[in-house]
């Protein structure tokens, strides 16, 4: 995760109001002008990052997708969703990925550039996704969350035309000018392209 301002700690992430598949006239009312708006990956939670903390675009027209950064949250699932609904915070990611079961929730729509990377550029050329755990705690790193996560960058890399590889499907410690190490030493990239390329 990353802050627009400067490099915080990683101690942020995200928050927000579910809106699965409920009809329109159960939704709470929106300020005027406001849309609900839906996962782009399917089986994913809408769970909506603050508009503070992404910058809205119309990728792939505005900028093209070309790469998928994986990054590991060092906070909570709820606790990285509540650090991307606040505004103060200045980050967000596409999607987060919790530990336990795989779940999947989408903070950002594909089409706007998340603030996760650190780097401009990455940001605008990127899907960013969180996942529960801490860099130095492997156990976090369950098979759940592998092979959700995988089936997730599957879909995205098949969408935008991304190869699966690991020149496309990089961490956020290979960005340049960052000062993160996430997902580190523990993140196992052999398993997680092979999943990638069989999901």
């Given at each position: 995760?990353?802050?627009a301002r400067s490099h915080p700690s990683r101690r942020r992430i995200l928050k927000g109001a579910a809106?699965?598949?409920v009809p329109c006239a159960l939704l709470p009312a929106t300020r005027a002008g406001a849309r609900p708006r839906f996962a782009d990956y399917p089986p994913a939670e809408w769970q909506p990052a603050s508009s503070s903390n992404y910058t809205a675009s119309s990728r792939p027209t505005s900028y093209s997708v070309d790469r998928v950064i994986v990054h590991v949250t060092q906070e909570t699932?709820?606790?990285t969703l509540a650090i991307f609904q606040n505004p103060r915070e200045k980050v967000s990611a596409h999607y987060v990925v919790r530990s336990a079961d795989g779940h999947v929730a989408q903070c950002v729509r594909e089409a706007d550039v998340?603030?996760?990377a650190g780097n401009w550029?990455?940001?605008t050329h990127s899907i960013g996704i969180e996942h529960e755990g801490w860099v130095d705690r492997p156990a976090y790193?369950?098979?759940a969350l592998y092979e959700r996560s995988a089936q997730l960058t599957a879909?995205?890399?098949d969408r935008y035309g991304i190869p699966k590889d690991r020149a496309h499907i990089i961490g956020h410690a290979e960005v340049p000018g960052t000062d993160h190490t996430d997902p580190g030493p523990n993140w196992d990239w052999v398993r997680y392209i092979r999943l990638v390329n069989f999901a």
């Open positions: 995760m990353d802050r809106l699965a598949a699932y709820a606790s998340a603030w996760h550029d990455y940001n790193f369950t098979d879909a995205i890399c």
